[in-house]
């Protein structure tokens, strides 16, 4: 729903990233050696947040580096016997409703893979209880830290540069009936080629039992919705 715009509150999302970061300290995370898909080998934790982890990939196929997002929704659930399940099991409608809205909005990010803006997803599957999605694989440096490099401030030429190409995205993603609903710093990355790219989309966190209502998340990963 273009129009369904859920609280963000900051206790939450911090709640749900330290949740994230402990995932990965305590081991929640795929073991480096993994296949998913027979295909695709897990490597290193790159970052992580409310509702999934992300790894760096290697495409066993087409011998190329990718990064792949896993549903994993922080706080909520843990990693049994390799599969994914709910900590509470009062909770395993919401999160399986979680698991195919994650899987949905990679089959509409998938749309635009021709954009040379937009992060490109190459693959997603279900696997592990859980779904996996398979993104092109991009180094640079986000705005974000481009912008505590320089004061927080920009000029204007570089300004134009860095938020046309967003702009144009955005552009696209609106005429087909999408939104990207986190566009922020931390989502905008300058690639080492120079381009500037529009990352991180993903899935909106549902309401679970115990909590007082849905909450959305600034993860790596915000919803791309219809």
Do not use: C, W
Request: hydrophobic fraction near 35%.
């Amino acid at each position: 729903d273009l129009h369904s715009f859920p609280t963000r509150r900051s206790s939450d999302l911090n709640r749900l990233r330290r949740a994230g970061q402990a995932a990965v300290a305590g081991g929640f995370t795929l073991p480096p050696g993994t296949i998913l898909s027979g295909k695709y080998l897990v490597g290193k934790v790159l970052g992580q947040g409310g509702f999934g982890i992300t790894y760096l990939g290697f495409d066993l196929n087409l011998k190329s580096k990718i990064a792949i997002k896993e549903y994993f929704l922080n706080g909520f659930v843990t990693r049994r016997n390799g599969k994914i399940v709910p900590a509470n099991p009062q909770n395993r409608e919401t999160f399986l409703e979680g698991v195919e809205t994650f899987y949905r909005e990679a089959e509409n990010l998938a749309r635009f893979r021709s954009n040379p803006i937009i992060v490109n997803v190459y693959d997603f599957f279900r696997e592990n209880g859980t779904a996996y999605i398979v993104m092109e694989y991009i180094t640079g440096t986000s705005l974000e830290t481009y912008l505590e490099k320089k004061n927080g401030k920009l000029g204007y030429n570089e300004t134009l540069r860095i938020l046309n190409p967003i702009m144009d995205a955005l552009d696209t993603l609106h005429n087909a009936g999408f939104l990207h609903r986190d566009v922020s710093p931390d989502n905008i990355l300058i690639a080492t080629d120079g381009r500037i790219r529009l990352i991180d989309f993903g899935a909106t966190l549902p309401a679970l039992k115990g909590s007082r209502k849905s909450t959305r998340l600034n993860s790596s990963h915000e919803p791309l919705s219809r």
